[in-house]
């Protein structure tokens, strides 16, 4: 099967998305884990994970882990959410929304939110012997993200565009 | 089978229209429309050799150096997965070996495959090729696992004097290569396994 139309898929697929944005809000903001062992304890969030990689002196590193994290997930976010109102809109598909429906496909790749995740769980795994963990409101949300945003980004037929754009034509 | 080249056509990379042989953009979509060429192949060979270049280092430098008051003790990513085994972790063990070795390895093999299969005009089956191609894009970045891993632990384990986690050089070799051979993997232009197919 090459492509099939899915009912109701776009307006699933922009509410999804928008709670990506929330949840990717307070992934950001709130504390991730926080660790306690022999009296003293720490706390981290997303953010506190790339700047320690700046600090122990490797800046080009924590770049790139801001973008595959934070920037690019967002990026992702924002994109499939134009292109979803896109679709929902009536009318002729403007070259801007057409482009984002590029960019959108190039950047899915390198956003690795989900992978970070799967990281931390490891993480976890391997202190939890050593320390008590907790897991914070942004670790949830991130999980959360996960989901909404794999669902919400494939829920939508992203394709209409290019079907429109070339009848159009 | 005819192809769009033969035809005068060139087909879009993001949307899959046809365009005309000289047009510089798509025109549905606008992105850049190039019919292939074997310059495809040598993208992939430079990314790929930096790639093994970077991988190298990468497993022979420690990843991450826990510090106790018994000294410091640094960590390779095999030796991450021997200390899980030894405590009992087998499935998260299970998980680096694969997302660490076993994924970037068979990306180096089946990339070096795909090249040489088009080089070479192989007459093994495209469709294989192809999906063997989307296999190797879609597995691609979940090696960068243990980049994350070092990057939590570190930002976590700062317990003064009992025990400090940071990041080692071979964290930064490995993230290095990942990233070279996810480029490497964009680069191949699975056209051309179905225009020497074709042949």
Redesign the interface.
């Known amino acids: 099967m090459l492509f099939a139309n899915k009912a109701q898929s776009v307006e699933q697929a922009i509410a999804l998305l928008m709670a990506s944005f929330v949840l990717f809000a307070l992934a950001v903001t709130y504390p991730f884990?926080s660790?306690n062992?022999?009296g003293?304890s720490?706390q981290?969030s997303v953010v506190?994970?790339?700047?320690?990689?700046w600090e122990?002196g490797?800046p080009?590193?924590a770049i790139?882990?801001s973008l595959?994290?934070l920037l690019f997930p967002l990026i992702q976010i924002a994109l499939a959410f134009a292109v979803g109102l896109g679709i929902l809109a009536t009318g002729p598909v403007s070259?801007v929304q057409?482009?984002m429906?590029?960019w959108l496909?190039k950047v899915t790749?390198?956003a690795?939110a989900d992978?970070?995740l799967?990281?931390?769980v490891?993480?976890l795994?391997?202190?939890g012997?050593?320390?008590e963990i907790h897991v914070g409101i942004a670790f949830w949300s991130l999980a959360a993200l996960i989901v909404t945003l794999a669902i919400g980004a494939n829920a939508m037929c992203a394709?209409t565009i290019?079907a429109r754009?070339?009848e159009a034509? | 089978m005819t192809s769009a080249r033969a035809l005068g056509l060139i087909q879009c990379r993001s949307c899959g229209s046809l365009a005309h042989e000289g047009d510089t953009r798509c025109p549905v979509c606008g992105d850049k429309v190039q019919s292939y060429s074997t310059m495809s192949l040598q993208r992939v060979w430079a990314f790929w050799t930096a790639g093994i270049a970077a991988y190298i280092p990468g497993n022979m430098l420690p990843i991450m150096i826990t510090s106790t008051p018994q000294g410091d003790a640094p960590s390779t990513i095999i030796g991450g997965v021997a200390i899980l085994m030894h405590h009992g972790s087998y499935l998260i063990a299970a998980v680096i070996f694969f997302a660490s070795i076993v994924v970037p390895v068979s990306k180096f093999l089946v990339l070096a495959w795909l090249t040489l299969s088009i080089q070479l005009r192989s007459n093994q089956s495209a469709h294989t090729r192809q999906q063997a191609h989307e296999m190797i894009e879609l597995i691609g970045s979940w090696s960068m696992v243990d980049v994350f891993v070092v990057a939590a632990l570190a930002a976590l384990i700062q317990l003064g004097a009992i025990m400090r986690v940071a990041p080692g050089p071979g964290v930064e070799f490995f993230a290095l290569s990942v990233l070279l051979t996810m480029l490497a993997a964009r680069s191949l232009d699975t056209r051309l396994i179905w225009a020497t197919a074709n042949d």
């Open positions: 884990l660790l062992a022999s003293l720490n981290i506190d994970a790339t700047r320690v990689l122990s490797y080009l590193l790139t882990c595959l994290i070259q057409l482009r429906n590029v496909r790749p390198w690795m992978i970070f799967l990281g931390v490891v993480s795994v391997k202190i012997a050593l320390a394709d290019w754009a070339r034509l």
